[in-house]
């Protein structure tokens, strides 16, 4: 006896391309697929505590959008308006503003506060099919402010129905105490990770190696520190110049290296070889009106899995709608709508550490699902501000009721 049948779907399972199974059916047991396939090869005999019938929709993986900052305090449309008078992402950085702007406004919250201000964008991804979300610190730069955001994050997962992978990102940009010593910095940063770790809060560590951050040798030092406390790693990395850090993401077989316009061949090469996935984040790159893409066909001919994601925050990228980042990916770096879907599902579980869990429809595999009222796959990286969630499965539970 199966606890949740779905049936009257086609399934994009994202096992081989999109994995087409029409007129399909998937039962749930545990909370896990327990068996899918054509409707018409069911068992016979085959019951379950509650069917649902799903109307002829398509139904996918839910979505993951691995690469957010969405837990802060703080607006900076105000710089918007000045890179839009002529002020650059690095011009406004330098006078005090960019990530600094929003850490003054994130330590003077209290994790309650942050928790409020960031329920409204997560549901706006939830509504888009997001099942796994991941959630970066880095907006409070000191232990307390730190732990503070990762704890709001942990509290998101225990009061939505979304799953929530957190990552320290305490080397995001140096604190003003630290002016001039960055060095000093970095061994404060270091200091923080096992704590956190030993709290439950950290599942992996990023840093933002760049010319604005910190250097290839500071990172280094960080992922060490990951190391020494088990923790995979993954890199902000040559978003804004190379700085070669995705080569030593690379060699520390990091998780994702993320935005990469300024990869290198060499980088390339190197992640190919560690299997280290590549996040792409349109959102950014759109937003700071960026004229430099990530090499796209040279990721591609390499095998470097490629994720996509809103890179939701504040300053670069205050983007709520993962569909969107789809289309975007399409548009300006001309991912496949096969490529983008995969992007979401597939190749970001595999960024998260999660690939045996959840991001494709197999069986045993975390019943995460998205309904969707669409003609095919396809339309998921189409269409522009249109949300064709019909319903959200959690777990073998679904969210609400059909749509």
Same mark, same amino acid.
């Given at each position: 006896?199966?606890?949740?049948?779905?049936?009257?779907?086609?399934?994009?399972?994202?096992?081989?391309?999109?994995?087409?199974?029409?007129?399909?059916?998937?039962?749930?047991?545990?909370?896990?697929?327990?068996?899918?396939?054509?409707?018409?090869?069911?068992?016979?005999?085959?019951?379950?505590?509650?069917?649902?019938?799903?109307?002829?929709?398509?139904?996918?993986?839910?979505?993951?959008?691995?690469?957010?900052?969405?837990?802060?305090?703080?607006?900076?449309?105000?710089?918007?308006?000045?890179?839009?008078?002529?002020?650059?992402?690095?011009?406004?950085?330098?006078?005090?503003?960019?990530?600094?702007?929003?850490?003054?406004?994130?330590?003077?919250?209290?994790?309650?506060?942050?928790?409020?201000?960031?329920?409204?964008?997560?549901?706006?991804?939830?509504?888009?099919?997001?099942?796994?979300?991941?959630?970066?610190?880095?907006?409070?730069?000191?232990?307390?402010?730190?732990?503070?955001?990762?704890?709001?994050?942990?509290?998101?997962?225990?009061?939505?129905?979304?799953?929530?992978?957190?990552?320290?990102?305490?080397?995001?940009?140096?604190?003003?105490?630290?002016?001039?010593? *960055? @060095?000093?910095?970095?061994?404060?940063?270091? $200091?923080?990770? #096992?704590?956190? &770790? +030993?709290? !439950?809060? /950290?599942?992996?560590?990023?840093?933002?190696?760049?010319?604005?951050?910190?250097?290839?040798?500071?990172?280094?030092?960080?992922?060490?520190?990951?190391?020494?406390?088990?923790?995979?790693?993954?890199?902000?990395?040559?978003?804004?110049?190379?700085?070669?850090?995705?080569?030593?993401?690379?060699?520390?077989?990091?998780?994702? *290296? @993320?935005?990469?316009?300024?990869?290198?061949? $060499?980088?390339? #090469?190197?992640? &190919? +070889?560690? !299997?280290? /996935?590549?996040?792409?984040?349109?959102?950014?790159?759109?937003?700071?009106?960026?004229?430099?893409?990530?090499?796209?066909?040279?990721?591609?001919?390499?095998?470097?899995?490629?994720?996509?994601?809103?890179?939701?925050?504040?300053?670069?990228?205050?983007?709520?709608?993962?569909?969107?980042?789809?289309?975007?990916?399409?548009?300006?770096?001309?991912?496949?709508?096969?490529?983008?879907?995969?992007?979401?599902?597939?190749? +970001?579980?595999?960024?998260?550490?999660?690939?045996?869990?959840?991001?494709?429809?197999?069986?045993?595999?975390?019943?995460?699902?998205?309904?969707?009222?669409?003609?095919?796959?396809?339309?998921?990286?189409?269409?522009?501000?249109?949300?064709?969630?019909?319903?959200?499965?959690?777990?073998?539970?679904?969210?609400?009721?059909?749509?």
């Amino acid at each position: 006896m199966w606890d949740v049948l779905f049936t009257n779907v086609h399934l994009a399972t994202m096992v081989d391309g999109y994995g087409e199974v029409r007129d399909a059916a998937i039962a749930v047991k545990d909370g896990r697929i327990a068996w899918l396939g054509p409707q018409a090869a069911l068992p016979q005999g085959a019951q379950a505590v509650t069917v649902h019938d799903g109307g002829g929709s398509w139904l996918t993986p839910g979505l993951i959008d691995c690469h957010t900052h969405i837990v802060h305090a703080g607006n900076r449309s105000d710089e918007f308006e000045a890179r839009l008078n002529g002020a650059t992402y690095e011009d406004i950085a330098r006078a005090g503003g960019g990530i600094m702007s929003t850490v003054r406004a994130t330590r003077a919250a209290s994790e309650d506060e942050l928790l409020r201000l960031s329920l409204p964008r997560v549901l706006s991804l939830l509504a888009e099919g997001v099942t796994t979300l991941e959630i970066k610190s880095g907006y409070g730069l000191t232990r307390a402010s730190e732990a503070n955001m990762l704890r709001a994050a942990r509290r998101i997962g225990r009061e939505l129905p979304v799953q929530v992978v957190t990552t320290f990102l305490g080397a995001h940009a140096l604190p003003p105490e630290f002016a001039g010593r *960055a @060095d000093d910095y970095i061994e404060e940063v270091c $200091a923080m990770i #096992a704590p956190l &770790a +030993a709290e !439950g809060l /950290v599942d992996a560590v990023d840093a933002f190696c760049e010319r604005i951050g910190f250097s290839r040798e500071q990172t280094e030092r960080v992922f060490k520190a990951a190391q020494a406390q088990g923790l995979p790693v993954k890199l902000h990395a040559e978003q804004l110049s190379d700085q070669h850090g995705a080569e030593l993401t690379a060699r520390y077989k990091g998780l994702s *290296a @993320d935005h990469l316009e300024h990869l290198t061949p $060499a980088g390339v #090469a190197a992640m &190919a +070889a560690a !299997g280290t /996935v590549a996040v792409l984040l349109p959102g950014a790159y759109y937003f700071l009106r960026d004229t430099t893409p990530p090499p796209v066909a040279a990721l591609r001919e390499a095998g470097v899995p490629m994720a996509v994601s809103t890179d939701c925050n504040p300053g670069t990228s205050p983007m709520t709608s993962l569909l969107l980042a789809m289309n975007m990916a399409c548009t300006l770096w001309r991912l496949t709508p096969r490529e983008a879907l995969a992007g979401v599902t597939t190749h +970001a579980a595999r960024a998260l550490g999660l690939c045996e869990q959840v991001g494709s429809l197999e069986l045993g595999k975390r019943a995460d699902f998205a309904l969707w009222r669409i003609a095919r796959p396809a339309d998921l990286s189409y269409a522009i501000g249109l949300n064709p969630c019909r319903g959200v499965v959690n777990a073998g539970k679904l969210r609400s009721p059909l749509l």
